[in-house]
């Protein structure tokens, strides 16, 4: 830009236009113009000053010019008048200012914020396309996880909506023909083989940590439930071979491989997967419309519409080229940074005003800045193929040869890792890898600065075994690291290190690591902190504030770290009648001044920054805390909200997802020379001493799910993919590969001095890696079409030998090793100087403790220890061998009376809600049969064959309620049958101190306070 003005390409500051991505990237890029005008000004007039190649060029050409003075001292005078914008923001512009041009209302439409009008969009097509079009698989939607809200399917919808509808691929079959031939399989299926599966696979053929729904639906289908009532209340998409897969050990497998139980499970599935296809592709189209006709409704736009509408407005061949005038004519000149991050939709933007131009319209300089290799964010709609696109019909290309962040020797080690097969390198054919210069000086060090850190878990290890030891050998080389850094002379600030990740779970993984070890860590940006806990706490207070007579959320709210009690501490003693009046006070606090006044009163009598400060992750809670506030102090004051408004607005956030809202971006907790765990999108564009990839070995699958997008091999359109083509399956497999590559990349040229990559043999994950495609591949000629190619190297490389490949690879600035992790638990790190904490009983688990205490009806605790195993309730806590073996019981057939009712949960609330209803106060009559025999239809065991005994199920319901009439109450010369209504109690409240409610745990209370003098037994 300076360059331009210096040249007199643009003639003043205000007709230049600076694109980026983000709004921190807005205010860094008006910074650095600002202070690039300085240095110039500077050099013009002589000074001494830290030249760069740059500016020696501006003193060559330029130092004896009054004219480029005059130019500079202007353009820093007026620097504020240049348009520094991300693209939506002048998406915007165009739409508001030239709503004329444009054929827009002058008044324009709102700009939406948030997903609520999304949600209800999904809700309304659930109702529309399953609740009234597929009633058959309506209890269905469960498994899917599409009745909850659209956060599962929230990329996925988009993406759709980034796509025409006109380009997804179609599902085979209308969703309609898939549902009725799913539910006409499903009546024909013989579950009665679910009985002998079950009952004959010994308890180590299941695996402890399965609960999911697929098991729970074999037993109960097992025990001849209706396959109508089984839909109602589960998932029966669930059932299917490889769900059945899931819940078995390697032993139980091995037995399941071969019968008719298979099979039909197998045929089942053929039938499912096509059906969730379509369900799933006709309810992204339904909500898309819906949701378009909702934005229309109410006269908004969200952030893809600013885009497609800017696009459409210029397409427009009536009112197009008017707008393309009118905004061109305000610029000179136009440069775009990170151009790779564009989609097709922003290129054509960009082309339509700068770069196609009428006779009559000066020239434009249109500069778009950007690298394809570092092209990562295809997540968030970003396309490579529009940046090839633009570089293929571009007056020139310029590239950049040198590499000013690392030393010579790191920039060796990755064009030696790129560089070995260039053209192959990226995968696609238009992007080949060019070695770059180091432009730093090299500093004489002769060690390796690219290690390759072999991680051999051994043979039957998982991936939770694997990682394990990834994470004890990255702690160890933290600690040498540290160490080596240490006893080096100090010169200005430490070198920082940083943990590269792929996941937010995986951070906190490594963060857990390294606090063990004693080394100081923080999480760098990128985390949405409408997910943090402190965001949680403010919801769980503001919520109790709005409810004062809740006793339920008040005490949730005084069991939160910002309050800083346990719920065990929660007493009721004169303490506890303070913390419910400050409460009150904080209520009132938050309606007359707000909550930033309320939320300081309670900081202060609570003393929260202080205490927090004493923990090991304080630090961290702190400044999400103050960054939680801010966000609520801000929304209450531009939206003029009320506390029921404020606290809606907080909770339609936690469900919504805006990546590109850099105020929803976690925010760093400290300056200082902490280990830094970030994700590999995040670190794009910064720099650390030394780098770690803990999760490099870890590829996945491509093209494995769908829907996904993929370019058409042929036309080059971007396709949202349903049905997992096969035509387009090597195109897909292809980009995915690719982006891998990219991001692979980006991680790699992150480091200054030294990049640690973690590599493991896992067979799962390790041959869809960057790292293995890049190092372990034997060479295989010239590639053919590459999407095929990409496909068979993928191929080969579950086959190939990867330790011996890689190690023989490299050599010079790379080094492979084997891992030699050591136990660092002893380690005497100095750890951060904090304030020494405050003495406070908070669990570690603030999640059991906010839940813990529960409200259970006997029928809840029935129900809920048959979810954990279908066992007569009194084994259910029983260990494994001193249960009732029903197998090796043949004489329960002869079981008489109640002994030979069913047992399990639905025969136990069967028999619950018979007897809270009876009525002890008269003699059996034809009601009592009526309502028996209705209460065992509803629970399917009105049949004798419904029960081991040898029983008549209506009569021994009422032989049970006549029998009870008749049983005297203990030390007392009464009768059930004397008993009034009013001094029957169908459901006695208790509380009983455990932590689990099971037969067991009850048992042991009550004998540990037994006593014998006590007129009443239990």
């Not at 469960?142 to 990329?155: M, Q, V």
């Not at 759709?160 to 009546?187: F, I, N």
């Not at 006709?282 to 378009?292: N, V």
């Not at 030390?971 to 049958?977: C, I, L, S």
Request: net charge negative; with cysteine; hydrophobic share 40%.
């Amino acid at each position: 830009a300076v360059r331009l003005l210096l040249e007199g390409r643009v003639k003043s500051v205000d007709r230049l236009l600076l694109v980026t991505f983000t709004r921190a990237a807005t205010d860094e890029l008006r910074q650095r113009l600002r202070k690039r005008l300085h240095d110039c000004e500077r050099v013009l007039r002589g000074e001494q000053i830290e030249m760069d190649p740059f500016l020696d060029a501006v003193a060559e050409r330029w130092q004896n010019s009054p004219d480029a003075l005059k130019t500079v001292v202007r353009a820093r005078r007026d620097v504020d008048m240049a348009r520094v914008s991300t693209i939506h923001s002048f998406c915007l512009d165009i739409l508001a200012d030239g709503a004329f041009e444009a054929g827009l209302p002058m008044g324009g439409a709102s700009y939406l914020e948030g997903t609520d009008l999304l949600q209800t969009a999904w809700r309304d097509s659930i109702r529309d396309v399953v609740l009234q079009d597929l009633p058959f698989v309506s209890p269905m939607i469960r498994n899917l996880k599409i009745d909850a809200g659209p956060g599962n399917h929230f990329k996925t919808m988009k993406s759709a909506a980034r796509h025409t509808v006109d380009s997804w691929t179609p599902s085979p079959q209308p969703v309609s023909d898939l549902a009725r031939d799913l539910a006409e399989h499903v009546q024909g299926m013989d579950f009665s083989l679910f009985g002998a599966f079950i009952d004959g696979r010994p308890d180590k053929d299941w695996k402890l940590a399965y609960k999911n729904e697929t098991l729970r639906a074999a037993e109960l289908l097992r025990d001849g439930a209706d396959i109508s009532q089984l839909t109602h209340q589960l998932a029966l998409l669930g059932l299917t071979a490889t769900s059945l897969e899931k819940a078995l050990n390697k032993g139980g497998l091995k037995r399941f491989e071969d019968g008719e139980l298979r099979d039909m499970l197998i045929a089942f599935e053929a039938l499912v997967d096509p059906f969730k296809l379509a369900l799933e592709q006709s309810l992204y189209l339904a909500t898309h419309e819906r949701y378009a006709e909702l934005k229309q409704r109410h006269a908004m736009i969200d952030h893809d519409d600013v885009i497609a509408q800017t696009r459409a407005r210029l397409a427009d061949p009536r009112t197009g080229a008017a707008l393309a005038r009118r905004v061109g004519s305000q610029f000179q000149a136009a440069l775009v940074d990170e151009f790779q991050d564009t989609d097709a939709d922003q290129w054509e933007i960009f082309r339509s005003i700068f770069a196609v131009l009428a006779p009559e319209v000066p020239r434009h300089l249109l500069l778009l800045v950007g690298d394809p290799k570092q092209a990562i964010y295809r997540f968030r709609g970003a396309d490579i193929f529009a940046y090839l696109a633009a570089r293929g019909v571009a007056d020139r290309c310029e590239t950049l040869t040198h590499n000013w962040r690392s030393t010579p020797a790191l920039v060796d080690a990755v064009n030696s890792v790129f560089g070995h097969r260039p053209k192959q390198s990226f995968a696609l054919e238009q992007i080949e890898f060019e070695p770059v210069q180091a432009g730093r000086s090299d500093d004489g060090s002769a060690e390796a600065v690219l290690d390759l850190v072999w991680v051999d878990a051994g043979a039957k290890a998982t991936q939770g075994d694997i990682e394990a030891r990834v994470l004890d050998q990255l702690a160890t080389d933290i600690v040498a690291r540290r160490h080596e850094l240490d006893a080096l002379p100090k010169h200005g600030p430490r070198p920082r290190l940083a943990v590269l990740v792929r996941k937010h779970s995986q951070a906190r993984d490594v963060m857990r690591r390294l606090r063990r070890v004693g080394i100081d860590v923080v999480l760098a940006r990128g985390g949405d902190i409408h997910d943090s806990d402190a965001m949680g706490e403010w919801r769980v207070l503001l919520r109790s504030l709005l409810d004062p007579p809740n006793l339920k959320l008040q005490r949730r709210a005084r069991a939160t770290r910002l309050w800083g009690k346990t719920f065990s501490g929660l007493g009721e003693d004169a303490t506890a009648l303070e913390e419910i009046e400050l409460l009150s006070s904080l209520r009132r606090s938050w309606e007359s001044t707000g909550v930033a006044s309320m939320a300081a009163e309670l900081l202060g009598q609570r003393h929260t920054v202080e205490r927090w400060l004493g923990e090991a992750d304080g630090e961290r809670m702190v400044t999400d805390m103050r960054h939680g506030l801010e966000l609520l102090n801000n929304a209450e004051s531009e939206h003029s909200l009320g506390p029921e408004a404020l606290l809606r607005w907080a909770e339609a956030e936690s469900r919504s997802e805006d990546p590109d809202n850099d105020e929803r971006q976690l925010r760093l907790d400290r300056q200082s020379d902490a280990v830094l765990v970030l994700t590999n999108f995040t670190s794009k564009g910064l720099e650390f001493d030394s780098v770690y990839l803990p999760w490099a070995w870890a590829g996945r699958e491509p093209a494995k799910n769908v829907p996904h997008s993929v370019h058409d091999p042929a036309t080059g359109a971007s396709i949202l993919d349903f049905a997992g083509a096969d035509d387009l399956k090597p195109q897909a497999v292809l980009e995915d590969v690719a982006s891998e590559l990219r991001i692979h990349y980006v991680e790699l040229t992150r480091a200054i001095q030294r990049c640690v990559v973690y590599l493991a043999p896992s067979k799962k994950n390790f041959p869809f890696s960057a790292a293995a495609f890049l190092m372990a591949r034997e060479d295989s000629g010239e590639p053919g079409p590459r999407g095929p190619w990409v496909q068979g190297e993928l191929a080969r490389l579950k086959a190939a030998s990867w330790r011996e490949e890689i190690a023989g690879r490299f050599s010079g600035p790379i080094r492979f090793r084997d891992a030699n992790a050591t136990d660092t638990s002893t380690t005497n790190w100095p750890r951060p100087k904090i304030q020494a904490p405050v003495a406070l009983d908070y669990p570690a688990n603030r999640r059991s403790a906010l839940f813990g205490w529960r409200q259970l009806s006997y029928t809840a605790l029935v129900r809920s220890l048959h979810d954990q195993l279908d066992l007569d309730p009194v084994q259910q806590d029983l260990p494994l061998a001193d249960r009732a073996d029903p197998a090796a019981a043949p004489a329960t057939r002869s079981a008489q009376g109640i002994f030979g009712f069913a047992r399990g949960a639905r025969a136990g609330i069967c028999l619950h809600e018979l007897l809270e209803h009876a009525d002890f106060t008269r003699a059996v009559n034809d009601d009592d049969r009526t309502r028996v025999e209705s209460l065992l239809d509803r629970h399917a065991l009105r049949t004798a064959s419904a029960h081991p005994g040898d029983i008549e199920p209506v009569q021994t319901g009422l032989d049970l309620i006549e029998r009870i009439r008749g049983e005297q109450l203990p030390f007392a010369q009464r009768h059930f049958r004397d008993l009034d209504a009013d001094a029957r109690l169908d459901e006695w409240e208790f509380r009983l101190p455990v932590r689990k409610l099971v037969p067991r745990a009850i048992a042991e209370l009550v004998g540990q306070h037994w006593n014998d003098e006590e007129w009443i037994r239990i």
